[in-house]
């Protein structure tokens, strides 16, 4: 399969095309060019730029959208509307009127207004799963979700076969290595919910998106299989924040104290994927 891979040379994207490369003839498309030993091929593009994009499309089967402001504060609520929502659009309509058939777009956890959030929206239950209410209470989260609902337009109208991947905080090698130290302090990351999603495995779900049959539209959330404090979930959302939380999927947490706070398992129903990775195996020992 050939894929069209946009932002693949950022931090996240150069580590997915990498593990895409294994698997499909994967074309970068990207202001900077990925690492040279990265095996994928590279075209320097913008995603504003509509007709640039479409050339790009030309001859691929498929599109993964990773380009986007990444994280609220870094530029302006104002670009970072206009490249991760206005982006958005032009890569899904390039894709709708050009060859690929199915378009896998990096969503977020932001989408539901906890994360990035201030602190101003609250979890109505706990695992968060795809029906849990979306709130967005900051331009990055509301420009995944409406990026999110872009992706739906296409698919219906055009037909264009999409994924939205709703996945936590991406850890790798750095990461882990100053995981040791947030351990100690879960109350700093009260906000995140201590969700994570070690990189292999979004890597893995992309593949595994690009891949499943029958999709028209999905919205996946993904995440590791337990949260990365090491405490017991349940302990921890009553800690910070309150009694009032409703708890799900009890038997989840009997059986597993500190499974994630993000429920993952429609992704493990309809892609057949579920977390490989963890804290505990991947954190660097002294």
């Known amino acids: 399969m050939r894929v069209l891979v946009t932002g693949g040379a950022g931090n996240v994207g ?24 990265i095996p994928v091929r590279f075209l320097r593009g913008d995603i504003l730029d509509s007709a640039s994009l479409h050339w790009a499309m030309r001859e691929q089967e498929a599109v993964v959208h990773l380009a986007a402001v990444p994280v609220p504060g870094r530029l302006s609520d104002d670009a970072v509307m206009q490249v991760n929502v206005l982006g958005t659009q032009r890569v899904a309509e390039a ?9 896998v777009m990096a969503s977020s956890d932001s989408v539901y207004g906890i994360v990035f959030g201030q602190g101003g929206v609250r979890p109505a239950y706990v695992p968060v799963d795809e029906q849990h209410p979306v709130r967005p209470a900051d331009a990055y989260g509301l420009s995944k979700h409406l990026g999110e609902e872009i992706c739906r337009r296409y698919a219906r109208s055009h037909g264009l076969e999409t994924v939205c991947l709703r996945y936590c905080w991406v850890f790798w090698e750095e990461t882990y290595a100053a995981l040791p130290a947030w351990r100690h302090q879960p109350g700093a990351f009260r906000q995140q919910m201590w969700g994570y999603i070690d990189v292999k495995d979004v890597g893995r779900a992309i593949v595994a998106a690009l891949q499943a049959p029958e999709i028209e539209h999905e919205t996946l959330v993904l995440s590791a299989r337990r949260n990365f404090v090491g405490r017991p979930t349940i302990e921890l959302v009553r800690e910070f924040w309150g009694p009032d939380v409703e708890i799900r999927r009890h038997d989840l947490y009997e059986n597993m104290p500190d499974a994630s706070a993000f429920d993952w398992s429609r992704a493990q129903r309809l892609l057949g994927w579920e977390p490989m990775y963890d804290w505990d195996s991947e954190v660097p020992t002294a």
């Open 14 to 37: 150069r580590r997915i095309s990498s593990l895409l490369a294994a698997h499909f003839e994967v074309t970068v498309y990207d202001l900077a060019a990925p690492p040279p030993e």
């Open 95 to 103: 894709a709708a009127f050009g060859s690929p058939r199915r378009l």
